[in-house]
């Protein structure tokens, strides 16, 4: 059974969740059967179905903000004004803990946010503007780190597009409040039929096809389901990492972040705008660390990194976008 569960795993993160009849023929076992073991898994959080999204065309700027633990967390949340959509506790293996935020305000509301957080909390607030995030590939590589600097001097020069360096559109791919409601489900449930997304808007389902395709879909703003294994699952017997890397070149940071696709078992990753830095969440086993250690030695020893921190990511919280305090008026966001 765990040969077949491992196997099961591999085929969902390689095809996709759309294509269990497929899996199924490769595993020779029914339909049926596939779809009961891959809910088991994501219920039990070995398997995490998500949906990429750019915020960016969305008008959204995403952002993440490490606030020392000494600050209360619903004053910072206040602030946020709901926009925050992911919160970590980092702990420093010198002792230090901060609160991380990942949010995605409206591009007008960023400076806003910052100063009053500034305001609030002088010397607690480290503020990061956020290029994009992006989720590698699972990989199936048992020990990946042992991998990594031969692949990062392999790997392709180019960022992978959601990571380059752009500000959000000034007016959102967005036609309607329609488009945000749908986008929300699908955030919400990244499997959800559009029979079901029009049951509960009370709209026809080809009403709700048109709008995920023609204004969704197509422009780029989100993707098909993808499966990853389980990053920030607790209870899994491995270790989640948020590791912050400075780089001496960009295209050493796009050939670091490309190493990763089809090789980590787990990852996101985050481009820092203003500096040659990427914030990286990955997964692995305890066993791994000292392999990963070495591995970034090895690459600051050979010119790719300029500098990393690492610390162990906890108590991690998700919420949707905000999508219910905005509305659409003429091509822009209105509280």
């Not at 100063?115 to 995030?133: C, D, I, M, T």
């Not at 180019?158 to 990571?163: A, E, G, I, K, T």
Request: net charge positive; hydrophobic share 45%; charged share 30%.
């Amino acid at each position: 059974m765990k040969v077949e569960n491992d196997r099961l795993k591999e085929l969902l993160f390689k095809l996709g969740v759309r294509r269990l009849g497929r899996i199924a023929e490769e595993l020779g076992i029914s339909r049926s059967t596939v779809i009961a073991r891959f809910k088991r898994l994501v219920e039990a959080g070995y398997v995490e179905v998500y949906r990429d999204v750019d915020y960016t065309l969305l008008g959204l700027t995403p952002m993440e903000v490490e606030v020392s633990a000494a600050a209360r967390v619903r004053d910072v949340e206040r602030i946020f004004r709901g926009f925050w959509i992911f919160r970590g506790v980092l702990l420093g293996f010198d002792g230090e803990v901060c609160i991380l935020y990942r949010a995605v305000p409206p591009a007008g509301h960023r400076e806003e946010i910052l100063r009053r957080l500034e305001e609030s909390f002088p010397k607690a607030v480290r503020a990061f503007r956020v290029a994009g995030w992006f989720h590698p590939v699972n990989g199936t590589v048992a020990d990946w780190v042992t991998e990594l600097a031969e692949r990062v001097r392999r790997s392709p020069k180019s960022l992978p597009r959601r990571l380059a360096l752009r500000d959000p559109v000034p007016r959102p791919l967005m036609k309607d409040e329609l488009d945000a409601k749908v986008l929300r489900h699908l955030e919400l449930r990244p499997t959800a039929r559009f029979s079901e997304i029009a049951r509960s808007l009370r709209v026809p389902p080809r009403i709700i096809r048109y709008h995920y395709k023609a204004h969704l879909e197509n422009p780029g703003v989100v993707g098909p389901p993808k499966a990853r294994w389980g990053l920030y699952s607790a209870g899994l017997g491995h270790l989640t990492l948020n590791l912050r890397l400075g780089f001496r070149s960009e295209e050493r940071m796009a050939r670091f972040v490309n190493a990763l696709d089809g090789l980590a078992p787990a990852a996101y990753v985050s481009r820092l705008f203003d500096e040659m830095i990427v914030s990286l969440d990955v997964a692995i086993e305890p066993a791994q660390l000292i392999s990963l250690l070495k591995a970034l030695r090895e690459l600051r020893k050979s010119g790719y990194l300029a500098s990393y921190i690492i610390r162990v990511l906890e108590d991690v919280k998700f919420r949707a976008p905000p999508y219910g305090k905005l509305r659409v008026r003429a091509g822009r966001w209105r509280l």
